[in-house]
């Protein structure tokens, strides 16, 4: 026997490791490697092992013999079935942030009622349970000291956990935050308790049985005992066993919690498809030695506490201290977990509708005083359960007595998944039903036992699975009679697609009430408190990734469903659901279906579950991508607007023409951009027309064309519209280039035929000016006929202009094509410039290499030199620099001439290549010398262009690029002259 100061110092020990454990987690002094590692989360599953399987299965082995392990099988089958059970269980908790098994029912239903009779069946069918780890706790204790008392040891115990739970389990108002310490800590229980056993398990083996081959031969010369594990199963009881615990699994308080709430990883339930059966396993696979360890000792006393006797009879305190602890931990696990979640549970279905909500800044410390007040009646209420009733009996009684009522809660979990047309009456009825037989046949009778009239409980030749299933099978019942025969609500046929396996996430079709954020703020804060409203608006926004002042009207769409769920986990889902409810609109009838508003929120959900989609689906969705990537790479503007004018599609070529990005449009109103698309998209939708050509508009100080086309998208009814966007800027400069050219040719046909009229005149007037030297001496006169001659050979000079323009650009059959040197014809007009005496001092640097030719007529390409070199120097001021300057290409020859001049205009760039047109002083130039050079690069197939300034700092100079065909070497470059 331990001494009282021995035993509380070991107790106290544990639970102060345990609380070391949370507290360091919570601290962050543990690494996060190994807090977040999913098979920390995995192990924390762990906290299914009760004291059922720690103690209460060594009794109902050596009672029922094998049918101990459907205590285990049951689990075992749960979590093979993960991936088709658990993850989609854990996406729906997740996406709608629900936290215990009333809010998923509450939330599928769309009833508060359902959600409150989930709650008040969870609590009354873990009372028991719950009573049977503080039975164990006290019993343990007692066994090894009885100077306790019971109602010492479990008062205490009591204590002890209501204090951990308070601490590591009620610290955020939200139960959905994760509890990192909660979880690590049961993590660690799990790993004790499974050490526990093992050790015992192999210490029965190697120190008391003598090894694997003296185990074997203890067996074979014991065949008794093969016999009594060998107890004919009743195959009716055993697949109820199985079935129960399969259940149990799930929608236990303490396992939900530790599946869903605190998990929020796939890959943790992926893990535990083989973790938690090789745990399992190696927990069940430790009993058998120890009954026959301990029956080669002749152990006596209660069976239920065999790994405590062993350690006792063989008078070895380690052994004993090592049972005790792997008990207490199985039982403070259970315990810690559970009361937290029924905790949540009473919150949000129970005392939150009947009480207002606190309109205080304080409103989150009043639900954690809330939630902490709960945590205290339940352990107060267990205790209670405990020693009035759960005493009396032996632990795996109570324990069957609380599987039962869970398996009550398992047509409502396979509905949720896995059928749309259950609705809240049927589940509500057939929970009514089976909970009903469930009362009046377990629950009632044990209720009414007296200790004296309890007898030795066997699973197998009790009538329990008859009523197990009896009730099972009213519940099922009911609930599909009654779905099929009455109807479901619209937001309850919506929750019922949402929560159906592999079902994406509904859209959220809502139309709002709300037009911008503060309306949000405003509607919580007359329930919340205006701090408390402020905080969840702000903590939605933040998980969006939102901005205030860049909020869209889809992006309010997205802020309710977030506050929904945040508030879901607050408050739980049918309170959260309340308490935005005046802020939704009525839903219109005629509405109802298809909306091209939530095309993109569709879009989005739809990238989200690709990886889910499997089959028929995920090639609809492969289609639903060929036509969405065709749309985005069309080389045409593309964008759809619904019915309210909101943007929901914007191509690539859409951003690239109107420079506004997908990202600020869609979701929004034309309206809302500033930018000059947005104008001209607008009024084009409000035209009647439904074709708009050439329209002009001035983007960044240059002009671009563009057509427009728009059609009404229908099917049954207007769904919306869409508009595509050409830009015509290319065609209609090519049209405009054509059309110079052609006005170039006239002009050029018409100054031919002048020059040809004006000639002849011209010349006789210069015959008789000149005879005038022959008929007079008088000086007055023959100044005059001098100057009349000097005006006739300038006409004669504007004459000879018009001719060669008139014929540029015709090629001659005589004409000769040779190599040209371009730094040659560029160094001969350099030194005909420089020859004028009255000339600005210029300075030329002529860049050009002397080995870089093309093919045409060396003297039209000198005269290409001589009229930019001149109009260069006109512009130029005394000491100015001009540049000459040339690059070839694989094709092409660049040559480029710029000045440092005064630059051209805008409006002067547009008719420069036009004959007669100068920006010189008049009779500083005949406006000649540009067309001239114009044609002449046309007739060799090159292109001309003007840039001005040539200098965008100083704002000044000019630039003129020639683009020219290079000469191919097969020719003889020596030709080149």
Known sequence: MFSLPSLILIGVAYLLFLFGTAYLTERGVLPKKLVRHPLTHVLSIGVYASVWTF????????????????????PVLTFLLAPALLIPILRITRTYQLSSLPDLFAFRFRSGSVGTLTALISVFATLPMLSIQIQAVSDTLYILNDQFSADQISVGFCFIIALFSILFGARHASLRTNHRGLMVAMAVESVIKLSALLIIAGFAIFGILGGIGETGSFITQHPEIVEQLKTPVNSEAWRTLILAFFAATIVMPHTFHMLFTENSSDETLYKA?????LFLLLLACSVPPIIWASQSLNVGGDPQFIILNIGLML???????????????????????????????LQNHVILPLIPKPKTSRFYARLLWLRRILIMAMI????????????????????IVAIVAFLQFLPGLLVTLFWQHANRWGLLLGLISGMGIWLFSMLIPVLSASPLETLPFNINNSNWDHIAILSLLVNTAVMTIVSLFTPQSSEESQAAQACLMNALQKTNTTNLRASR??????????????????????????????????????DLLRLRAMLENNLSGLLGPVEAAALLEPIDRPADPMGVGFKASNVHLIENQ???????????????????????????????????????GQVLFWNHEMERLTHILNEEVIGSALSSNSNPW????????????????????????????????KSILKERRDIGMVILLENDTDTKNMQDKLAHNERLASIGRFAAGVAHEIGNPVTGIACLAQNLKLETDNPYILETGDQIVDQTKRISRIVQSLVRFAHAGRPEADREQLPV??????????????????????????????????????????QVFVNLLQNASDASKNQDKIWLEAEETTETVILRVTDEGSGITDESKERLFEPFFTTKDPGQGTGLGLSLVYNIIEEHYGSIEILSPANNKQKKGTQVAITLPRLRWTEDPDRAR
């Open 606 to 644: 739809l990238e989200d579950y690709q990886l889910q989609l499997t089959g028929l689906a995920a090639e609809l969705d492969e289609m639903r991508r060929y036509h969405r990537l065709t749309l985005q790479k069309l080389p045409i503007g593309v964008c759809t607007l619904d019915t309210e």
């Open 517 to 554: 954020i503060s309306d949000f703020t405003e509607m919580l804060a007359s329930r919340l408190g205006r701090k408390a409203a402020e905080r969840e608006v702000q903590q939605a926004l933040d998980s969006m990734n939102i901005h205030p002042d860049s909020i869209r009207p889809v």
């Open 380 to 399: 107060l209420g267990s205790y209670l359960f405990y020693r009035l009733i759960g005493n009396h009996f032996d632990l795996h009684q109570m324990g």
């Open 273 to 277: 498809t083989w973790a938690m059966p």
């Open 55 to 74: 103690y209460g299965a060594f009794s109902l082995a050596k009672e029922s013999g094998y049918s101990f392990f459907g205590s285990y099988f049951g």
């Open 821 to 862: 040197s371009l730094a040659q014809c560029a160094e001969e007009a350099i030194h005909l410039l420089s020859l004028d005496s009255h000339g600005k001092h210029l300075q030329y640097i002529n860049q050009i290499p002397d080995n870089l030719r093309i093919v045409g007529d060396p003297q039209q390409m000198h």
């Open 315 to 345: 008078d070895s305190s380690w052994l004993t201290v090592i049972a005790f602890i792997g008990g207490l931990s199985a039982a403070s696990g259970i315990m810690i977990v559970a009361t937290v979640a029924l905790a949540s549970m």
């Open 678 to 709: 947005s104008e001209v998209l607008e009024q084009f939708v409000d035209a009647p027309i439904d074709h708009q050509l050439g329209q002009k508009l001035i983007i960044d100080g240059h002009t671009h064309w563009f057509s427009l086309h």
